[in-house]
């Protein structure tokens, strides 16, 4: 039962034009959302960060997108860069318990090209 | 400052063997998690522990256990090894267990059962 999906498994994108990574969820009790970014062989990065609350939280290049009512989210980066070419992890904290305490999608292989 | 980190970074082991993975935590957090990444999925979540008390546990059989010592620092133990725990175990901190707290990880421990 995959509580949060990523449905793309892989995306590329050039340099300079947008990347936008999408995640799904079914749970109703995931109110917290992280995106994460691992390059191979080295633990995920914490990107950024939305709370239920919210539909929209930028930094820098990088903004989440939450509708709440069709559980999706989504990740823009722009301008995409060649450095940001690596896996896109999405994931969701509970209610309850939450912090520290997530559920990963699979990942989306985005690739930023010259 | 120091990020989380994680010993051993690789580790080979025979089947039926028991192996020890051991984290320290970012300097003032108290709360730190462990998940089990195998190749082509998210990391998935197997414990989470607050204040040297266990606060959750993912759907893992009972030969995974952990533990959290007075400083903060963390071991996972695996025993009776199994091909199937091969992955990528990664260790996680973060300052609090609500919801909104984003989760800082390590580089994680490749393992390898042969």
């Known amino acids: 039962d995959q509580q949060v999906k990523q449905n793309s498994p892989s995306l590329s994108v050039q340099e300079g034009r947008i990347s936008i990574l999408n995640c799904d969820y079914t749970?109703?009790?995931?109110?917290?959302f992280l995106w994460y970014k691992k390059y191979p062989a080295e633990g995920p990065t914490f990107l950024i960060s939305?709370?239920?609350?919210?539909d929209k939280n930028e930094d820098g290049r990088f903004t989440v997108f939450l509708n709440k009512s069709a559980k999706h989210l989504s990740l823009h980066i722009v301008p995409s860069q060649p450095g940001d070419s690596a896996v896109y992890f999405c994931?969701?904290?509970?209610?309850?318990?939450?912090?520290?305490?997530?559920?990963f999608g699979t990942g989306t292989q985005l690739k930023v090209e010259l | 400052d120091a990020g989380v980190t994680q010993s051993p970074t690789h580790l080979i082991k025979t089947r039926g063997q028991h192996v020890t993975l051991r984290c320290s935590p970012i300097?003032?957090?108290?709360?730190v998690s462990w998940y089990q990444q195998v190749l082509g999925q998210g990391p998935q979540f197997i414990f989470q522990?607050?204040?040297?008390?266990?606060?959750g546990r993912g759907n893992f059989p009972d030969r995974f256990s952990a533990r959290q010592f007075p400083n903060y620092s963390s071991e996972l133990n695996v025993n009776a090894l199994l091909l199937g725990d091969s992955a990528l175990y990664l260790c996680?901190?973060?300052?609090?267990?609500?919801?909104?707290?984003?989760?800082?990880f390590g580089q994680g421990t490749r393992l390898t059962v042969v």
């Open positions: 749970n109703s009790m995931f109110d917290y």
């Open positions: 300097s003032g957090h108290k709360s």
């Open positions: 939305i709370s239920s609350i919210k």
């Open positions: 994931a969701a904290s509970p209610v309850t318990g939450g912090g520290n305490k997530l559920t």
């Open positions: 522990y607050y204040e040297k008390e266990e606060r």
């Open positions: 996680a901190s973060s300052l609090r267990v609500t919801t909104n707290t984003e989760a800082f």
